[in-house]
């Protein structure tokens, strides 16, 4: 068979790589939207670099929009397989997509008028809301730890990664010529402690293992240290300066592990007593996913909900989800936070929070993610003076701070540690993905010093024999 890595090689988005069996059956691992490179951004999308309808299954790992993204719109150009993933990474699905969706119509919406006023031909979004909606049909959920057939010569089993609710390493087993191929692809790997979810758990050996490598070169504080990280940064911003506390935050994830935390302090009565919002319509459908699915907690979240039925509510925190009451945030004078996507400021309504709040020294803007190095949050992070934020440029003078520790990603000690599952003397050939190529080259040696061997680092468009 060939494995053809078609995105997240050699950088952090658009997650796709391609099977082909020698029977010509087409596996699809993952089908992420490539993220944060402004116009170039929908030409990589629009070209996938093969026919969605001849695609046979795609095999997703969990529901960030940059490994499950471009699913409607490989249903819109004719793709009519399976979509096999857990039942959580599902219920997650039809809700983001939807979302990514009224984007894609929103934001090309407001190109439209730009290009109208020039001159300049319009354009279609990549796909829509009924997009979104539609390709749901094609879904099958599998629980965790189930070896589901897909066909008389394809299985697959999910194992946790605790990197978000569903998540899991896709355990493939594929028969050719007789002898069965193990293929374990990672997806992104969680840390070990997670405030909310389960611990990752080992995965059955593999042949060939497809990881990836995001923080590759770094080392994550403790959780509980970012916890307490962020009510300092709450209190610093919201009582000694009286200014608003803007969190960019991915909705599904980051936005109920900080909303936890702060209801941890809540109740501890350590919570200064200003208004919380979280404002994302997403967040809001997201949280309700959770809710659905308690068998993705680990133990001490479980405890948690025996005396604390709503660990994701308190008062004073306030969920918006109207338009119009997220502009009114914009004329709320008290001092706040405002928990709103997306995590990487490339998109949604934390990009007119930004406006309103970034150039203001009594303001905080808090990044508690990675963010690719071409997105507006990696330019605000590296300590650009002015950014542009909907065709307006902006003087940063609010105070930026970061929190790396509530990444869903593990470190590289971390991730080593989780791969520990596996004996390296079995494996054939070991590809990194999902990281920036300076990062997985140390990542790669790293990973030979623990005794790996036979490591790749395929370039897009790379295909491999195995």
């Known amino acids: 068979m060939k494995i053809k890595f078609i995105g997240a090689a050699r950088e952090v988005t658009g997650s796709k790589h391609l099977i082909t069996t020698n029977l010509g059956k087409r596996i699809l691992l993952d089908c992420g939207m490539f993220q944060g490179k402004g116009l170039e951004t929908d030409g990589m999308n629009r070209d996938l670099m093969f026919d969605p309808s001849r695609i046979d299954h795609i095999i997703l790992t969990h529901a960030h929009i940059d490994h499950a993204g471009l699913i409607p719109y490989m249903y819109k150009m004719g793709f009519r397989g399976s979509v096999v993933c857990s039942n959580a990474t599902r219920d997650l699905c039809a809700i983001m997509l939807a979302d990514s969706g009224f984007i894609q119509e929103h934001d090309t919406l407001t190109f439209n008028k730009r290009r109208a006023k020039n001159g300049i031909p319009l354009v279609t979004p990549i796909y829509t809301q009924a997009d979104a909606t539609e390709c749901m049909s094609l879904f099958i959920g599998v629980p965790n730890e189930m070896k589901f057939r897909i066909d008389e010569n394809i299985k697959v089993k999910f194992t946790n990664t605790g990197h978000m609710l569903g998540s899991g390493v896709a355990n493939l087993q594929i028969i050719e010529n007789g002898q069965i191929k193990r293929i374990a692809y990672t997806g992104d790997i969680g840390r070990p402690v997670d405030p909310i979810l389960a611990t990752p758990q080992p995965f059955p050996q593999a042949d060939i293992l497809i990881t990836e490598s995001t923080y590759g070169d770094r080392l994550h504080h403790d959780v509980q240290v970012a916890e307490e990280d962020l ?104 001092p706040c936070v405002i928990i709103s996507a997306s995590g990487m400021m490339e998109a949604g309504r934390v990009k007119h929070h930004l406006a309103n709040n970034i150039s203001d020294t009594k303001n905080t803007i808090l990044i508690v993610g990675y963010c690719a190095p071409t997105t507006l949050g990696a330019r605000i992070v590296r300590g650009d003076k002015e950014v542009s934020i909907h065709g307006t440029v902006y003087e940063v003078r609010a105070e930026v701070k970061k929190i790396e520790s509530f990444s869903g990603h593990g470190d590289y000690k971390e991730m080593i540690s989780f791969l520990s599952c596996q004996d390296k003397s079995a494996l054939e050939k070991t590809f990194i993905v999902h990281g920036e190529y300076e990062t997985q080259k140390k990542y790669a040696a790293s990973l030979m010093n623990e005794g790996y061997k036979n490591i790749e680092i395929p370039a897009k468009g790379q295909e491999y024999d195995v």
Do not use: W
């Not at 109740?267 to 994302?280: A, E, H, T």
């Not at 948690?304 to 109207?322: A, C, H, R, S």
């Open 231 to 334: 009510l300092k940064v709450v209190v610093d911003t919201c009582v000694t300066k009286g200014g608003k506390l803007i969190i960019p935050a991915f909705s599904v994830g980051r936005t109920q592990e900080i909303v936890f935390a702060l209801n941890n302090f809540f109740n501890q009565g350590r919570l200064p007593k200003i208004d919380i919002f979280v404002d994302s319509p997403l967040a809001v459908n997201a949280t309700t996913v959770f809710r659905m699915h308690p068998e993705c907690y680990n133990k001490n979240f479980l405890h948690v909900l025996e005396t604390d039925p709503d660990p994701f509510g308190f008062d004073n925190l306030f969920y918006i989800t109207k338009v119009e009451d997220s502009k009114k945030l914009n004329d709320h004078k008290k």
